[in-house]
């Protein structure tokens, strides 16, 4: 048993919401704070680092040194991200449920380091890479299927390594301030703002050092460096295990889900009551005093019309059992249908980042066919391109924060400057253009490449490309902001982990959507007339990226007809006369 504090000095230093790493109440002033904070940054900026610098440039890898063609490249690499965001959901629902976030993130390093550690080792044993072209006209020798497994064990751990650390480190980061105390508090929000930061910084330095190593010193020295990063990380993430603080574990609210819907299907015969204060909810729970102090610990929400359905979920019912798979309080029914209420600003979501995994694949194959020269001697990697990508990022932040929010507030009358939808909508919409411009770069491209009578590299700046990383970058900092704000923001409260999980697990549907899309065009334009053709100057890319943009637009007409008709959870709880209740700390990843 955690023993008590023994004076009052001690009691005031005590928290009562956070333990160290004996389970004995955390003492404020040895634990926790920035200190802590700062070896968690460095862990997340070594992940960063690690997993963008696979991902930027691996397109190339798979075409230059594995051999595979640019439909299954580009399928690869969208795969092992779409993988990545995907498993940040399994991530937080065990650190929610089993581990808690310090296990969960010491334990998904270590998973990570191994992944790239087997990378690493497959660049530089030969028998694990098919050999070098021969010149001459030969067909490459394609990896063989040993080549090919070692190669897909090492990102999918990688990628399972990865969704675990992001699902956890912002959350755990924050675990070490105290929301209760005033200075605290504001150091958290700065916390946020570093965090943000140093994951920039991650992907800076992928984009350039490391892409540039990569290309111009060996694979093996790149992912080498991957590998000491994230090793360094997770040193340095173990060293504060002593001074974090750590929180309870708390139930993963995917059971409150599934209770509210196997609860409801269970009583789906029993008719609704016409008065609805007759539906079962917190303040009728007894028993158990610890669980009926944390049911009435929760907001109350008003009953709804919508997804009336679910209400048969809390129908008193005397002959089924009390427990929550039979019975669920109408409290938690609402909180369920707020979930439900957010799926179709999820769903038109995930085009945007269908669009953003071009710029990882074939925006990438396209840089490799134009001068990439700066000066005479200087030649820029082709995935290092994405560094007007991350720049735009930053610079629109910025841009939005000083400019765009303070005339928004003032013309708008908005106190948030643009709603998180219209965020969203300005992204969407910027992600069209950068479809648009990429097809009329593409066509360009071609016809010089026609010109020069099937030369590999065609006389044709790389700079051309530039304003298609732009317009995605610039969509992504509206997109991801409104995104972040939304799902934390109309998730009930207790829930944003798994909010912040839904909201990522977009990124991860947009990267599947695009390896399902790129699979489809592939079969169905054949190889007398392929869209995508290994050699691009044989394909027709700019069509892949008109029916990008058609499915973008259309994509856009159904998230208007969406957005218009959806009402913010402040002004259904104002309208029914209730204050919002926020406590829970903001998240980032």
């Given amino acids: 048993m955690a023993s008590l504090p023994k004076t ?26 920035w200190g802590c904070a700062a070896m968690i940054l460095g862990a997340e900026a070594c992940e960063r680092l690690t997993t963008l610098g ?12 594995m051999h595979m063609g640019n439909a299954a490249s580009a399928n690869t690499v969208t795969n092992f991200l779409g993988t990545s965001f995907m498993l940040c959901l399994l991530g937080g ?12 993130i010491a334990i998904f390093v270590t998973v990570q380091a191994t992944g790239v550690t087997i990378l690493t080792i497959s660049t530089i044993i030969p028998t694990l890479r098919p050999p070098k ?35 956890s480190v912002s959350g755990f980061g924050s675990d070490q301030f105290d929301e209760s105390d005033e200075k605290e508090k504001k150091q958290m929000i700065k916390f946020f703002n570093w965090f943000f930061f140093f994951i920039s910084i991650g992907a800076l330095l992928a984009v350039t050092v490391l892409v540039y190593i990569q290309d111009n010193i060996g694979r093996e020295w790149g992912y080498g460096i991957c590998a000491c990063a994230i090793l360094v990380g997770l040193v340095v993430f173990l060293s504060g295990t002593r001074r974090y603080r750590f929180k309870k574990l708390v ?104 669009v953003y995994a071009q710029m990882t694949t074939f925006s990438v194959s396209q840089a490799t066919t134009m001068d990439r020269r700066i000066g005479k001697s200087f030649q820029i990697p082709a995935a290092s391109l994405t560094v007007f990508f991350v720049a735009t990022i930053l610079i629109t932040v910025a841009f939005y924060d000083r400019i765009i929010y303070p005339a928004c507030k003032k013309v708008l009358k908005n106190p948030q400057g643009l709603t998180p939808l219209q965020r969203i909508g300005v992204g969407l919409v910027l992600s069209i ?34 304003p298609q990383f732009i317009l995605v970058g610039s969509g992504e900092a509206f997109t991801y902001m409104g995104q972040l704000d939304f799902f934390l923001r109309e ?26 899309l790129v699979s489809i065009v592939h079969k169905v334009t054949g190889e007398e007339k392929p869209w995508l053709a290994d050699n691009l100057n044989q ?20 998230f208007l007809a969406c957005a218009r008709g959806y009402v913010y959870k402040e002004k259904r709880l104002f309208d029914e006369g209730i204050q919002l209740e926020e406590t829970d700390e903001p998240s980032c990843h």
């Fill in 433 to 466: 253009f950068a479809m648009v411009a990429a097809a009329l770069t593409e066509i360009k491209r071609l016809r010089v490449a026609q010109s020069e009578k099937g030369e590999a590299v065609v006389p044709l700046s790389v700079f051309w490309l530039v």
């Fill in 133 to 167: 072209c021969v010149s001459g006209g030969e067909p490459c020798i394609p990896a063989s299927g040993k080549q090919l497994l070692v190669l897909y064990t090492a990102l999918y751990l990688t990628a399972l390594g990865t969704g675990g650390l992001k699902s």
């Fill in 251 to 354: 139930e993963s609210p995917l059971t409150q889900i599934a209770s509210v819907v196997v609860a409801a299907l269970r009583k789906r015969h029993l008719p609704p009551p016409s008065d609805t204060s007759l539906l079962f909810d917190v303040d009728d729970v007894v028993g158990d005093e610890s669980q009926s102090m944390k049911m009435k610990m929760k907001q109350k929400l008003p009953h709804s019309k919508q997804f009336r359905f679910l209400d048969k979920a809390a129908i008193k019912d005397p002959q089924v059992p009390t427990n929550k798979w039979y019975l669920s309080t109408l409290t938690d029914v609402e909180e369920v249908k707020l979930v439900v209420r957010m799926i179709p600003t999820w769903a038109t979501t995930v085009m945007f980042w269908t």
């Fill in 54 to 65: 696979i991902a930027v440039n691996l397109l190339t890898y798979l075409t230059n040194t």
């Fill in 8 to 33: 009052k000095q001690e009691a005031e230093e005590t928290l009562p919401d956070a333990w160290d790493y004996k389970g004995r109440p955390a003492v404020r002033s040895s634990s926790g704070g």
């Fill in 93 to 104: 629902f065990i650190a929610d449920t089993f581990l808690g976030r310090y296990l969960t």
């Fill in 539 to 558: 394909g027709r890319l700019y069509n892949f990226y008109w029916l990008l943009t058609i499915l973008s637009f259309l994509n856009l007409v159904v």
């Fill in 491 to 516: 998730c009930p409260k207790g829930m944003k982990t798994m909010s912040t999980g839904l909201f990522l697990s977009t990124l991860s549907l947009g990267f599947f959507v695009s390896s399902i």
